[in-house]
Every structure is written in C-alpha cells, then in structure tokens.
C-alpha cells in the first residue's frame, strides 16, 4: 500500500517548508546559501519525528524563550518567543514541530504572528502557524519571492510596524532586501532589547557584531551598506542583542553596533590596507 503524499516537503540543508519538490531549492541555490556537495535532499516532518527529532525551550530571560532542535533542524536556527501581555510573537521559526512543543508555547500565552528575519529562517513557518491554531505569518515585502510554501496565512509587511505593544518589526535589510529585525522596549530590564537574525549577527568574541551577505560563503555588504543598517537601529533605544543562534551581546550592544559598523566600513573602504 503506497503511503499517501505529504502536504509539504523540507528542505534537508535549510529546513525550509516547500509546496513540492523541485530539483533543487531555490533558498539554497543563491549565493548567500549552498547546496552540499551530496545534492539536493528532502525530507517531511513524520520522517524527522522517525528519526528522533525533537524541539526544546529554554528561558533567556523574563518573557524571552529560545526554541531549538535536537538533532539541528537545517541551518539551525534558535527561535525566539517573545511573550508580551497583549499576545506573543514567535520569531526565526525552527524547521521542526511537533505536538510537545507546540503545548510548551501555548502554555505560554497565545501567539500574535509568526515572523521570520529574512528567507533561510522561514522554516516550517506555515506549519508553526496551523499549530498554532492559525496566527498570522508576516513576511518582508520585500522578500516575498522567497516563500516556497503558499498559504492564505501569510500576508506581506514593509518599513516599521508596532506588531505588539512595545514590539516592533522594523527592515534595515542588507542581508537580504527584506532583512528584519526586532526591538523589545522592555527587554533587558527594560534598557531595551534587539533581535537580529542575521541581519545583524553577534561574533563570538561577544564584543562585536558582523554584517553579511553570505556568511557561509563570506560574502560581505559594502561599508555605505552597513552604516545604512547601523543608523536604521540607532533610532531605538537597546542594550542587548541576540542573534539566530547561541550568540548575543549581553551589554552595551548599541555602544558596540556603532563600533563594528565603523570598523567593518574602515576594512572593505581600504583604511586598515596597511595591515595587510
């Protein structure tokens, strides 16, 4: 008895949900993504709960929850719940759910939209959503030629949009035209909190911050292009900045912003040549 078809496919190396099964996804064919030297792979979510998939969530602090995979979903990304009195907001879905998780996240509070940064964080985005007993799916305007999974959930935003009380969705782009970011007024102990995908990604030093094209194949933005993004996020208040990942900066973020975009523009523009 053949096993009937699965409503949608994944994306092996993004975790990115797809109506169907080109010869190759479109994510992972640009140039800021790759395809493995094995070939396009894909897979469905009851072949990743076969395999022992799960999803886990940790506090990162008051009404801020990381969501990860176990084994990595694709890129492998961290999702971000934000919890806020008027609803919350699920941010950079992973490319993985399962019941568990989904009773973890209403447990607490319902969720208001599901948003991801830019295209390699859409996961299994329409899929969070009809768990989630339908929340709205918002993607770039920009960057809706990336959707591969259509659903009438998803509905298209530009330029800054107050998406909570206190939580705004606001687009530096760079990374990808429709690059997102959000800033938290009350995170860090209301000092003010930003989530960068990898619009704007937390180096592993902890004390400053890179912005790419591609990061995986090192491609970088122009220094007109970074000082475009620094300035768009100097018009709000943050202390703390978390990327996609397990990568943050705990404190002084906004110091630290204007430093990095400083320094990556001195490099490509040739100041720090004699260096080389």
Not at 19 to 29: F, K, L
């Amino acid at each position: 008895m053949t096993s009937p078809a699965p409503d949608f496919w994944i994306c092996r190396t993004c975790a990115v949900e797809h109506d169907s099964r080109p010869a190759v996804c479109a994510v992972c064919d640009d140039e800021r993504q790759y395809v493995p030297a094995k070939g396009q792979q894909w897979t469905t979510l009851d072949e990743l709960v076969r395999e022992g998939y799960r999803a886990d969530m940790v506090e990162l602090e008051p009404r801020l929850h990381a969501i990860t995979t176990t084994p990595s979903a694709g890129i492998g990304q961290q999702s971000k719940l934000l919890q806020t009195p008027s609803g919350n907001l699920l941010w950079d879905p992973v490319g993985f759910v399962d019941d568990e998780i989904v009773r973890r996240v209403l447990e607490l509070g319902d969720v208001a939209a599901v948003v991801a940064s830019h295209p390699h964080m859409f996961g299994v985005q329409v899929e969070w959503s009809r768990r989630l007993g339908g929340a709205p799916v918002l993607v770039a305007e920009a960057d809706l030629e990336w959707v591969a999974r259509h659903d009438p959930v998803i509905s298209a935003w530009s330029d800054d949009v107050e998406i909570l009380p206190g939580v705004t969705l606001s687009q530096p782009g760079g990374h990808f035209p429709g690059s997102a970011v959000v800033h938290w007024a009350a995170g860090a102990d209301g000092r003010g909190v930003l989530l960068t995908g990898d619009t704007i990604f937390p180096n592993p030093d902890r004390r400053s911050l890179s912005f790419m094209r591609s990061y995986p194949n090192r491609i970088p933005l122009s220094g007109a292009v970074v000082q475009r993004i620094a300035a768009h996020v100097e018009a709000f208040a943050f202390d703390r900045v978390y990327g996609n990942f397990d990568n943050a900066i705990e404190a002084n973020a906004r110091e630290i912003l204007r430093r990095s975009a400083d320094r990556h523009a001195d490099w490509v523009n040739g100041v720090f040549d004699h260096l080389t």
